[in-house]
C-alpha cells in the first residue's frame, strides 16, 4: 500500500526520535559503567577517607594497608605516600602514628605544602639498621611552613646495632652516620612531647630554620655513645628550646655557626658534654653567632657545662657575642663554666695555626652549684685574639672534691667578676 506523502513525513520524525532516544540511553549507561569502574579503583586502593581533604584530613598509617606496627614490616612506604597526601592537602593535614612499632628506612618529606601538616606520633618509629639504605639521614623534613611534631611516641634511631661503626675518635674527616631527625629550611614549627632515643648520629639537627619551638622533648643515649648530639643548631634564627630533658653521649645542645636569637630555658642535661657554643672555626665561611641566652636551666653529672668552643686552625673568621648565661645550677659537673680556644677534640686536629674567632661579651650571672674538678673556671682564650667583655656576676660553684681547693684558670680574658666566690674572680 503507498503512503501518502504526510504518512512519509510523520514516519521519518518517529525513526529520528528513536535513534535520538537510543543514543541518549546507550551514553548514560557508559556513564555508568566508567562511575562504576572509577568506584572499583577507588575500593581497590582504599578508602576515601584516606585521602587529603580540602578542608583538613587525618591519615592513619595503620589503616593503610601497607604497614604493621610489629616493629617487623617495613613502614616507609605508608609514611612517604601519607606525607605526599598531606602535604597536598588544604586545611590542616594530620598524620597519624598510631601506638605499635614502625620499622622505616629512610624517609624525606619535602614541601612546600599547600596546608598545614601535623605529625601525630603516639607510636613509636624504629630507623632501619641496614646502613646500605641511608645516604645521609633517617628523617628530614625539608622546606615546610607550620610544621608539627607532637605526641608521647619516640624516634628510635637504634644506635646501639651500628655505634662501632664510627670512627669519628680516630679520624678527623670521618663518615658521618645518619642524624635520626633533620629539620632544613622550616618556618614556625612546634616540636613538643616526643622522645628521641639512641640516635645513630645526633638525634636532632636544625638547619637553616625560623622559628622553631622545641618544648617538653626528651632525649636519650648512654653516656658513652659516640657523637649523639642532643640538638644540634646551625644557621638558624629564632629558636627556642624549653622544658627538655637531655642525657646522651656528647653535647647536650650545640649551637653551631650562623645562629642567632636562640633562647634556652628550663632544660635539664646530664649525661653529656654540657650546652655548647660551636665548634666554630672548622669549616670556611662560617657565619657569626650571636644573641644566646641560656637560663633556668640544670646540669647534672655533665663532662662540661657552659662551654663555648673554637678550633685554634680555625678556616674562617667569624665572631661570637652577646652571649647571656642566667641562674644555672651544677650538680658535679667537670667543667661547668669554659671557654676553650683551642679546641681539639682526640687530639687529631690537622696542624696548629692561628685563630680568626672572636669571642666577646659572653655573661655568666647567678651560676651555683659543684664541680667535680677543682677548675670550675676556665677561660682559655687566644693570646692573638683575646676574649673580652667577659662577666662573671655571683658565680658560686664550688669544688665537691677533698684536699682540693676551688680554682678558676683565666688566660687572655679581660672582663669584669662581682659578686664571685674570691677563688673564681680571676679576671
Keep these: 500500500m503507498a503512503l501518502s ?17 537510543h543514543g541518549k540511553a546507550a551514553e548514560k549507561k557508559e556513564k555508568k559503567e566508567e562511575k562504576g569502574g572509577k568506584d572499583k579503583e ?14 583538613g584530613g587525618e591519615l592513619d598509617i595503620s589503616k593503610s594497608g601497607k604497614c604493621k606496627g ?14 605526599a597526601s598531606a602535604c597536598k592537602g588544604t586545611g590542616k593535614q594530620t598524620i597519624q602514628i598510631p601506638k605499635g612499632d614502625y620499622l622505616t628506612g629512610p624517609l624525606n618529606f619535602t614541601g612546600p605544602c ?11 618509629l624504629l630507623g632501619s639498621t641496614d646502613m646500605a639504605l641511608y645516604k645521609s639521614n633517617w628523617i628530614e623534613i625539608m622546606r615546610v611552613e607550620n610544621l608539627v611534631i607532637s605526641g608521647k611516641g619516640t624516634l628510635d634511631g637504634q644506635g646501639p646495632k651500628v ?36 640516635a645513630k648520629f645526633f638525634h636532632m639537627n636544625v638547619f637553616q630554620c625560623k622559628g622553631v619551638t622545641i618544648e617538653d622533648v626528651t632525649v636519650t643515649a648512654p653516656g658513652d655513645s659516640p657523637n649523639t648530639d642532643g640538638i644540634h643548631i646551625g644557621d638558624s634564627s629564632g629558636i627556642t628550646i624549653t622544658g627538655t630533658t637531655i642525657g646522651v653521649g656528647d653535647d647536650c645542645i650545640s649551637i ?27 669549616y670556611k665561611d662560617e657565619k657569626d653567632v650571636t644573641d644566646i641566652n641560656v637560663k633556668d636551666c640544670t646540669l647534672k653529672k655533665a663532662t662540661n657545662g657552659l662551654r663555648i668552643k673554637s678550633y685554634q686552625s680555625a678556616e674562617s673568621s667569624l665572631t661570637a657575642s652577646e652571649i647571656h648565661y642566667e641562674n644555672v645550677n651544677m650538680e658535679d659537673v667537670a667543667n661547668p663554666i669554659i671557654i676553650d680556644m683551642n679546641y681539639c ?3 687529631i686536629c690537622p696542624a696548629k695555626g692561628s685563630s680568626h674567632v672572636t669571642i666577646k661579651d659572653v655573661t655568666f650571672k647567678n651560676i651555683t652549684g659543684t664541680s667535680s674538678t677543682p677548675e670550675a673556671v676556665s677561660l682559655l682564650c687566644s693570646d692573638k685574639l683575646p676574649c673580652s667583655g667577659v662577666e662573671l656576676n655571683d658565680v658560686k660553684v664550688e669544688y665537691s672534691g677533698k684536699n682540693n681547693k676551688t680554682m678558676a684558670v683565666c688566660k687572655n680574658a679581660k672582663g669584669t667578676a662581682k659578686g664571685c666566690l674570691e677563688a673564681l674572680a680571676c679576671l
Design 114 to 124: 599547600t596546608g598545614d601538616v601535623t605529625i601525630q606520633l603516639d607510636g613509636n
Design 5 to 21: 506523502g504526510n504518512a512519509i513525513r510523520v514516519l521519518f520524525i518517529l525513526v529520528i526520535l528513536c535513534v535520538a532516544a
Design 42 to 55: 577507588a575500593d581497590a586502593e582504599g578508602p576515601a577517607a584516606e585521602g587529603p581533604s580540602s578542608g
Design 256 to 282: 653551631g655557626p650562623g645562629s642567632t636569637k636562640i633562647n634556652i630555658t628550663g632544660v635539664t642535661c646530664g649525661p653529656g658534654h654540657g650546652i655548647s657554643i660551636g665548634s666554630l672555626g672548622r
Design 345 to 347: 677534640p682526640n687530639k
Design 163 to 198: 655505634w662501632s661503626k664510627n670512627a669519628c675518635a680516630k679520624k678527623y674527616d670521618c663518615k658521618i652516620l645518619p642524624n635520626s631527625l633533620v629539620l632544613d629550611f622550616i618556618t614556625n614549627g612546634t616540636i613538643s612531647g616526643i622522645t628521641l632515643l639512641n
Design 70 to 83: 610489629d616493629g617487623k614490616a617495613d613502614c616507609t612506604e605508608a609514611l612517604e605516600e601519607a606525607w
